[in-house]
């Protein structure tokens, strides 16, 4: 099943086919169908890269659920083993929230369009998440959010964490190595959202260097502001 190969984070063509078995020149004419016809999956582009490293996506985060943790496990849980399947799905939930989370913080970037959020002037021309072409080792590289404003050279990231730990330097140096590797000149004004909060040294640090940091409540209040 292509849903379930991409809803299990088979994203690129090369996946998809790999996980399914269907000849890669092939698998255009059903991911076509699916998008277009049945509104299942999108496509997605890295900001500011080629289409030829797109993504694509479950549309809906309830078949994104269901192709993911239910559908592979459907006879287990017809049979009533249900108690490894709960597991599983505690296990691998703060992952799967945190790609819904993610859309959370680019909407909130959209709501902010033309103002100050937390002090800092928000305006682009464009928004969605970058990614290279390859990976670097266990890093995909992966920038949650970007947003980029060409006339001012301006380029606004965000680093998306949906986790049970505190944010510190260990995520933020990764981050950082990440940030490099952007197809964009110009400024870069850094944002860090952390469902848990960050370490004390952390945002002492963030404070210095004009990094503006985001916990879950402080979302919550810029949504009830906007």
């Keep these: 099943s292509i849903l379930k190969a991409i809803a299990q984070g ?85 992952a799967f929230t945190g790609r819904i989370f993610e859309g959370i913080v680019r909407e ?17 021309d464009e928004i969605g998440s970058w990614w290279p072409s390859k990976g670097g080792g266990t890093d995909t590289g992966d920038i949650d959010v970007v947003a980029r404003h060409e006339k001012s050279r301006t380029t606004y990231v965000a680093d998306v964490k949906y986790t049970k730990a505190e944010y510190g330097f260990s995520e933020f140096n990764v981050f950082q190595n990440r940030i490099k590797n952007l197809p964009y000149g110009g400024q870069i004004v850094i944002f860090v959202v952390s469902r848990s909060g960050f370490a004390s040294d952390f945002t002492k640090y963030a404070k210095e260097k004009r990094i503006t940091l985001i916990d879950i409540g402080q979302l919550s209040l810029l949504f009830d502001k906007a």
Aim: charged share 25%; no cysteine.
């Design 10 to 94: 088979y994203l690129k063509l090369p996946d998809i086919a790999n996980a399914t078995g269907i000849q890669i020149e092939q698998l255009p004419i059903y991911l076509g169908k699916l998008n277009e016809r049945l509104d299942l999956i999108k496509p997605t582009d890295p900001m500011g890269g080629k289409k030829k490293n797109a993504r694509y996506e479950v549309s809906d985060n309830f078949f994104r659920f269901w192709f993911k943790f239910v559908f592979p496990h459907r006879s287990s849980i017809e049979m009533g083993n249900t108690k490894d399947i709960h597991a599983l799905i505690q296990d691998q939930l703060p």
């Design 108 to 124: 909130l970037f959209i709501l902010y369009q033309e103002r100050d959020m937390l002090g800092v002037p928000i305006l682009f």
